[in-house]
């Protein structure tokens, strides 16, 4: 049976947030963690989302890949609304459309690399595209250690077994939440590069939530959050541009 979602007209747009807020707590507890937020996110585009701790950049992440429900206005993937899906709808959607590369590698230790990038869809009772998943393979550099076991690869190694699991289902979008955070600058140059790659050659949609001004430049655009809301946006980003609006918003807080 097909997502029971409500439909939009077909647009650019692999997700898309409209009047998106989440609230914790209530009373003196409560908190707002994301504001009214309206982003798009481009098919075949690398997107960065950036903040400082606590603007809410990694629960728009987690809202737009329906791991945590919002508390009111819409989150789409594709023409999906998620505040429409009942909860085995959501993880079906999550399994077949969303892909996900987390800080910490999230790989089973029992089973080889090659085992680990097709275990989603495995899970769905899926037999993988050989072709599609041979070219993942190829662009992150893996045909030689498919056999090994996560103990037996490098952290950079495991964390391109994690990218390439998240590409080998051909998401609609990848969600990467500090993809480089356990690893050192060379390594974590390489994961980048993986991912700018996929954008590049295998037409697939990334969004990363990042503290890194250098991994940022990455991207094609980059998305500022601020106390729960979008405060500015950069597009062809260096790292030099990224940090100087950094800056500029870190002189905001102190003068207001």
């Not at 585009?45 to 737009?64: D, E, N, Q, V, Y």
């Not at 490098?154 to 609609?172: H, K």
């Not at 809301?229 to 062809?236: G, N, S, T, Y």
């Amino acid at each position: 049976m097909p997502y029971a979602a409500v439909h939009a007209p077909a647009a650019t747009a692999a997700a898309r947030a409209s009047g998106l807020t989440k609230v914790y707590g209530a009373g003196e507890t409560r908190v707002v963690a994301l504001d009214s937020v309206d982003v798009e996110f481009g098919r075949g585009r690398f997107t960065a989302i950036m903040g400082p701790s606590g603007s809410g950049k990694s629960t728009l992440m987690h809202c737009m890949a329906g791991l945590d429900a919002i508390t009111s206005g819409s989150a789409r993937i594709g023409d999906v609304e998620l505040t429409s899906l009942k909860d085995r709808e959501l993880t079906r959607l999550r399994r077949d459309k969303v892909g996900f590369v987390f800080q910490a590698f999230n790989l089973l230790p029992t089973l080889s690399a090659y085992e680990n990038m097709t275990l989603p869809m495995a899970i769905a009772g899926r037999s993988p595209d050989k072709a599609w998943v041979d070219r993942i393979v190829r662009t992150v550099g893996l045909a030689d250690r498919l056999a090994h076991r996560p103990a037996q690869l490098s952290g950079g190694q495991q964390q391109r077994v994690a990218v390439a699991r998240a590409l080998a289902s051909r998401p609609e979008i990848i969600f990467a939440d500090e993809p480089t955070g356990n690893l050192d600058s060379r390594t974590g140059a390489e994961i980048l590069g993986f991912l700018r790659e996929s954008v590049h050659a295998l037409e697939q949609t990334v969004v990363m939530v990042t503290h890194d001004p250098v991994a940022a430049a990455y991207a094609d655009r980059v998305v500022f959050l601020a106390d729960g809301r979008i405060v500015d946006e950069l597009h062809a980003p260096s790292a030099e541009s990224v940090l100087d609006r950094m800056r500029q918003f870190e002189g905001r807080v102190r003068t207001s």
